[in-house]
């Protein structure tokens, strides 16, 4: 095949830093010089993006594609499935849903989307002088072979060299790597051009003799000990990674604004509060239980992939009471995407869209009511913010996407907040979100908005009065998406200094960059 060469990160399981390491060298070889794309024929995750042409896309792909320096594209992720429930997912093809599927009606499905794979990447491959391709989970699930798309199949496809990831700070690095060498094919291990061991705690010179062990018994280059790093901030798309921030909290002064989001069962696009968890004037927890709400200055109820069995979950355990109480006494309440939706006083779903449960009643706390639609909105957006929230700067133009498949209208007392002028380039008007008279409900379809630097600000500040805190640390100036490109650097800096990048670049046998 001509066209770009192609570089893969294939894992000994989940979340073993292939995402992290493939966005680390979009990072490095677009500072190389090369014209550089990720690839991940499919992908499973409710942290979505919406692109500029309306397609949806996971989250990992488009932080690859930010650290590249291009604008992200539905082909560099073509299959992203969402789980719905915990035994089906939408599937995404080309950034469009085309329905739910079971698991085993899905595999059935997967044999059309072959061609679809292979189209997305040899338009990719036709643009670029590399790409840089994740693969998923485990890369020799052997039952899992036979309908296999995304790992080897996929380094058959491209054409790889290939870099077996392991993590060593779960334990067991020599029978993970080892052991998932061996269980490839021949074929398959000509492929594998080295080995990276990742997330090593403590100094990389002790575990010089472990290097030698993986060498010795395999045939296979170490090309590099990466150490386990917590002062980097990215973005992240699945369920172990948020896990782990539920895990991770810990202790802020008593100035700090005390922001709660909502765990919810089928949370989605938690990356809305990524900028909150830069600000060192926040602190931003996500929880479970009840009995914690009353520790926050407000709460954020975040999107869902199926929100009426959330809604259905937050009365169940009680959740849905303690929102109620906590707004009664004076707390904000934000909701966002399907968090908006579960604000109001009902949602509908006659066509039977999200669940079987055809009616739910809202948690009443926004003066409106939601029907769900068969019609997906994939949009991005931009919008003028409006003088119905009490920090709202009228006239102020934010940006952000909208993924949703309801719709929500007021019942009177809740006003617009915000009207959309664009929506994938076209002109509009459209009145958006709602607040109560308050001020201290209000909710929105729009994704990302919080990454708006002012109207963030401007939240963050409404809120310190409300709790009587004084705001402090961060200026206006301060730029989520300068703090981004930083944390790409940053990644780059630390995976230079402990990887064999020239050993990648020879491995793939790709010549010196083009001039750009």
């Not at 035994?87 to 044999?111: C, E, P, R, T």
């Amino acid at each position: 095949m001509s066209g770009a060469k192609s570089i893969m990160f294939l894992g000994t399981g989940s979340d073993v830093g292939k995402s992290v390491l493939a966005a680390a060298f979009c990072r490095i070889f677009r500072d190389e010089g090369y014209r550089v794309a990720p690839f991940k024929a499919q992908n499973m995750a409710l942290n979505s993006f919406i692109t500029a042409q309306g397609g949806e896309m996971g989250r990992a792909q488009v932080v690859q594609a930010e650290a590249a320096g291009i604008e992200p594209h539905v082909d560099m992720n073509p299959i992203l499935l969402k789980p719905t429930s915990q035994m089906g997912s939408q599937v995404i093809v080309l950034g469009k849903a085309v329905g739910n599927f079971s698991a085993a009606s899905y595999y059935d499905y997967k044999k059309e989307l072959v061609s679809v794979v292979r189209g997305a990447f040899e338009r990719l491959r036709a643009q670029n002088d590399l790409i840089v391709i994740e693969g998923a989970g485990s890369a020799v699930e052997l039952n899992l072979k036979q309908h296999d798309l995304v790992n080897m199949a996929m380094a058959d496809m491209a054409d790889a060299r290939c870099i077996l990831v392991g993590d060593i700070d779960r334990g067991g690095i020599f029978a993970s790597l080892l052991g998932s060498y061996s269980l490839l094919s021949p074929c398959e291990r000509e492929r594998i051009v080295g080995f990276i061991v990742n997330k090593l705690r403590g100094d990389p010179r002790l575990f010089d003799e472990g290097v030698k062990i993986l060498e010795e018994r395999s045939g296979v280059p170490v090309l590099g000990v990466v150490p386990y790093f917590k002062d980097i901030s990215l973005p992240q798309e699945d369920s172990v990674a948020l896990g782990a921030k539920m895990t991770a909290q810990s202790g802020q002064s008593q100035e700090t604004i005390r922001i709660g989001v909502v765990r919810l069962p089928f949370i989605s696009n938690y990356t809305d509060f990524d900028p909150f968890e830069s600000d060192p004037r926040v602190s931003l927890v996500y929880f479970e239980k009840p009995s914690e709400i009353f520790g926050f200055d407000a709460v954020i109820i975040p999107g869902s992939k199926n929100t009426i069995e959330d809604l259905d979950a937050l009365r169940k355990t009680g959740m849905a009471d303690a929102l109620s109480a906590f707004y009664k006494s004076g707390g904000v309440v934000v909701g966002l995407c399907g968090g908006y939706q579960m604000m109001g006083s009902v949602v509908r779903d006659p066509h039977g869209v999200e669940s079987a449960i055809k009616l739910i009643p809202g948690l009443g706390l926004l003066d409106m009511e939601t029907e769900m639609y068969l019609e997906k909105t994939t949009s991005q957006v931009e919008a003028l913010s409006m003088a119905t929230l009490p920090f709202g700067l009228a006239g102020e133009v934010l940006c952000g996407y909208e993924i949703h498949m309801g719709r929500s209208l007021s019942g009177g007392i809740a006003k617009p907040i915000f009207k959309i002028v664009r929506r994938e380039a076209k002109a509009v008007e459209i009145e958006e979100g709602l607040c109560q008279p308050d001020g201290r409900a209000w909710g929105t379809y729009i994704h990302g908005v919080f990454d708006n630097d002012s109207f963030r600000n401007r939240f963050i500040e409404d809120v310190a009065r409300r709790c009587g805190k004084p705001v402090c640390g961060v200026s206006d100036s301060f730029s989520f998406r300068l703090f981004k490109e930083e944390q790409y650097d940053r990644l780059a800096q630390v995976v230079r200094n402990h990887v064999d990048v020239a050993g990648v670049l020879d491995a793939v046998r790709i010549g010196k960059a083009k001039a750009r």
